[in-house]
């Protein structure tokens, strides 16, 4: 359980700005501290301008997960992923944000806001936050991918 972790970065670009409001009212709430990468409106932005900052918090060690929030959701795991050490992981359900978590050692939560409701995104981010890592035979795996990145 990750219960320890209670700061994280977030960014979105404009398709995602409300989700991302959403989210930290209602986790602040409950003791989440987020640093708000942007964007801060719904006007049109380039999401990758999102991704790295909250990319960069996560490589130089200022915090340990980190949300990206798009209209899919693919653009900011494009971005995300080009980064060592990133394993930014689209999430549209609970399970799938356990598995990536559990098995893929996950640091940051990718949310699709034009394919989910904010009830769903709530309930994916948590399970998110408290899920913990397995290792095992999952551990060479992670390597590998964090080996393919330059």
């Not at 130089?60 to 209209?71: D, H, P, Q, R």
């Not at 992981?89 to 050692?105: K, P």
């Amino acid at each position: 359980m990750l219960d320890f972790v209670r700061k994280l970065a977030i960014g979105s670009d404009h398709a995602g700005f409300l989700l991302k409001g959403t989210l930290i009212g209602k986790f602040t709430a409950e003791g989440y501290e987020f640093d708000d990468k942007g964007t801060f409106s719904v006007e049109s932005v380039d999401y990758p301008d999102f991704a790295l900052p909250v990319c960069r918090d996560i490589q130089a060690e200022k915090v340990t997960f980190g949300v990206l929030i798009c209209g899919s959701g693919n653009g900011m795991s494009m971005a995300a992923n080009k980064y060592k050490g990133i394993r930014a992981a689209l999430c549209w359900t609970e399970e799938i944000a356990r598995l990536a978590r559990l098995h893929n050692d996950a640091n940051i939560l990718v949310l699709p806001a034009r394919f989910i409701t904010d009830e769903e995104a709530k309930k994916i981010f948590h399970i998110f936050m408290i899920t913990s890592f397995e290792g095992g035979r999952h551990i060479g795996r992670i390597e590998k991918i964090d080996g393919l990145v330059t």
